[in-house]
């Protein structure tokens, strides 16, 4: 599936080619991966893996592959007649994108490797096989994450701003999960679609290879960071593989990279989660943020690492501090994160200016945009 329409259809980000589990050896070994090296995603590894972070995967199933073996929950099916768990996918760009994620690979160097692979896939079955969903849809699973107290939402789809769809994207946000979103790409918009461009969201687009602006990806006031977005190997269906471009495939990475912050750092709020990214991305094009890059490309090991001043009473959130979701978080866990913030405030605040001028230079304290 690739594209975007507005109204109340959603569409996948990514133009996909599959193959067969007998490729997989000679044409995508892990060496195919370009995005791994890329990222340094080995030495992100030795730091965190995801251990112990659920991330929502709202799109078109996921299926049992020998890469994500003992990763996928079960979860649910949302589209009109649906009554499975999720399990299942007849198109393959919701198994690609739970392998951006949490694939594992399997035997000596074999198979597909994943952004935060111990982190548990939560598959939600929100589009159809080849056709675009819709917005009740995609808000209903949006809905069942929340429930489900998740710790990140992977939306690789965008589209209208429907009223349902708005208020299941607030309220996970409320409850303190990290929402990332697609931007778009632009064979069918010229602008950052929805969810991206909610407040609160992290709003992805796409590099190529050499690091520069992706063609395919949209651009825009709302783009927070970017990630690889051409010639993207994962996890198939039917055991094989895919290769694929868009935005979808940025997404699943910064999702991912959302899941090793959660795992290193589990008390830290999710606004803090997206600050962190913001913070040590790369900067790319005009110095600060700009509509190609936004803050740059995320550095996967320095997000894990480095000594960054959480958001300050001066500088405007990701989004309004997160109320305490009835049910979701208890009062201790709350205290725990509040205290865990603090504490960071306190050892952190004398190195901000230097962070900030090795980074950044000398502009505004990075932040989600809108």
Known sequence: ?????????????????????????????????????????????????????????????????????????????????????????????????????????????????????????????ASPPHQDGSSEALAEAVEYAVSRHVDVISISAAGGAERRLQRAIKEAIQADIIVVAGAGNTTRSSFVGYPASEPGVIAVGGVDRNGNHAAISVTGPEIDVVAPAVDIYSTGINGGYR????????????????????????????????????????????????????????DLVAALTADVPPLGFETPSVTAPPATAAGNKNDDDSTARGLATLGVLLAAGVGYLVWRRRRRGDDPPPRISR
């Open 243 to 298: 290769v694929g471009t868009g935005t979808s495939d940025a997404t699943a990475i910064v999702a991912g990279a959302a899941a090793l912050i959660r795992s290193k750092y589990p008390h830290l709020p999710a606004q803090e989660v997206a600050h962190r990214l913001t913070a040590t991305a790369i900067d790319k094009g005009p110095p600060g943020r700009d509509d190609e890059y936004g803050y740059g490309v995320i």
């Open 1 to 125: 599936m690739t594209g975007y329409r507005f109204g109340t259809a959603v569409a996948a980000l990514t133009a996909t080619v599959l193959f067969a589990p007998g490729q997989s050896d000679a044409a995508l070994s892990r060496d195919a991966q370009w995005h791994v090296g890329y990222l340094r995603v080995g030495a992100a590894h030795a730091v965190a893996e995801g251990d112990g972070v659920v991330v929502a995967v709202a799109d078109s199933g996921v299926a049992s592959h020998p890469d994500l073996s003992n990763n996928v929950l079960p979860g649910i099916d949302v589209i009109p007649g649906g009554a499975g768990d999720g399990r299942r996918d007849e198109d393959g760009h919701g198994t690609g994108m739970a392998g951006l994620i949490a694939a594992h690979g399997h035997g000596v160097r074999e198979g597909t490797i994943g952004i935060a692979p111990r982190a548990k896939i939560l598959p939600i079955y």
